[in-house]
């Protein structure tokens, strides 16, 4: 199973009867139909909630449409189309990449949301691995650490190094030049 199947049976194992996961589908061609005559109609409905969500024309000031929403259904045709000529059988993991390179200007909305559908966290995990770390570093005695100082140590901790290949010579010769220093 690839990732993004695997992405979108966790979706719904997670959060059944939510209207944008079922219309997110859409944009994975895996999904989509395999003769032309279906295709054609295929997504509309779920466009619509996509376009209902992120392409409100007359929401409050505070919330600006982020995709154009008659631009969308515009490229909606064509991204299906280019996407039966020329990727058909591409799986979705290689397809994103020459997508954004390729496409953005031709397809920007769709893309945008697509951006938006893969930056979606489907787990805590990382979140509460960040927490986790952040109360092992700033405990009762070392209250006092400033942010800058707080968010190095994080990024330390967080990332897992192996001790055997760090350089500490040159890490060394950073802190050295950082300011003057007695050297003996």
Same mark, same amino acid.
């Given at each position: 199973? %690839?990732?993004? #199947? ?25 999904? $989509? @139909? =395999? &003769? =032309?005559?279906s295709l054609n109609d295929y997504g509309e409905k779920e466009l619509e909630e ?6 409100? #024309? &007359? ?5 600006? @449409?982020?995709?154009?929403?008659? #631009?969308?259904? %515009?490229? $909606?045709?064509?991204? =299906?189309?280019?996407?039966?000529? &020329? ?33 979606? @966290? ?15 570093? =700033?405990?009762?005695?070392? &209250?006092?650490l400033n942010n800058d100082s707080l968010h190095m140590l994080m990024m330390v ?13 040159? #890490?060394?010769?950073? $802190?050295?030049?950082?300011c003057k220093r007695r050297i003996k």
């Open positions: 199973m %690839d990732f993004a #199947a695997a992405v979108i049976c966790e979706i719904n194992d997670r959060f059944p009867h939510r209207p944008i996961l079922s219309a997110m589908k859409i944009m994975n061609p895996i999904e $989509w @139909p =395999k &003769n =032309k005559e996509l376009i209902g969500i992120y392409g409100v #024309a &007359n929401a409050p000031n505070y919330l600006m @449409p982020i995709i154009d929403a008659d #631009a969308i259904r %515009d490229e $909606w045709d064509n991204f =299906k189309a280019i996407i039966l000529a &020329n990727y058909e059988n591409l799986p979705i993991d290689d397809l994103l990449p020459l997508l954004f390179q390729y496409h953005t200007d031709i397809y920007p909305n769709i893309l945008i949301l697509i951006s938006i559908f893969y930056s979606i @966290p489907f787990s805590s995990v990382d979140c509460e691995k960040g927490f986790s770390r952040q109360n092992l570093i =700033k405990t009762d005695i070392r &209250n006092q901790g967080l990332h897992n190094v192996n001790v055997m290949e760090f350089d500490f010579n040159n #890490a060394l010769k950073i $802190w050295y030049q950082s």
